[in-house]
Nanobody
Framework: QGQLVESGGGLVQAGGSLRLSCAAS????????MGWFRQAPGKEREFVTA????????YYADSVKGRFTISGDNTKNTVYLQMNSLKPEDTAVYYC??????????????????WGQGTQVTVSS
């Protein structure tokens, strides 16, 4: 069974930057898209950003547009999330995910087959 492993979370002051990484391990699998979701305490998991390997299209939630950048390598099922100008409201557990099939714009949790364990990002004010 393929797995995704995130790294790079931590504690940062408001206005700072962090870079998250996500790599596939174990059994290799092909993916149509990879993305990042986040879940803050007491809230539902929400879409942050995604990239489709065919055409390199990227998608962002309005709340992170202009501050976060997704990039990756589809041959390695590896994806990165560069987060700049971080705000306290960005505090959450960040999850990496991979979608095997093309179900359209990859912004919904149900479109993803593989998930990482999550990495905590905490932004202090």
């Amino acid at each position: 069974q393929g797995q995704l492993v995130e790294s790079g979370g931590g504690l940062v002051q408001a206005g700072g930057s962090l870079r998250l990484s996500c790599a596939a391990s174990g059994r290799t699998f092909s993916s149509y898209a990879m993305g990042w979701f986040r879940q803050a305490p007491g809230k539902e998991r929400e879409f942050v950003t995604a990239i489709t390997w065919s055409g390199g299209n990227t998608y962002y939630a309005d709340s992170v547009k202009g501050r976060f950048t997704i990039s990756g390598d589809n041959t390695k099922n590896t994806v990165y999330l560069q987060m700049n100008s971080l705000k306290p409201e960005d505090t959450a557990v960040y999850y990496c995910a991979a979608a095997s099939l093309d179900w359209g714009t990859p912004k919904k949790l149900g479109q993803y087959d593989y998930w990482g364990q999550g990495t905590q990002v905490t932004v202090s004010s």
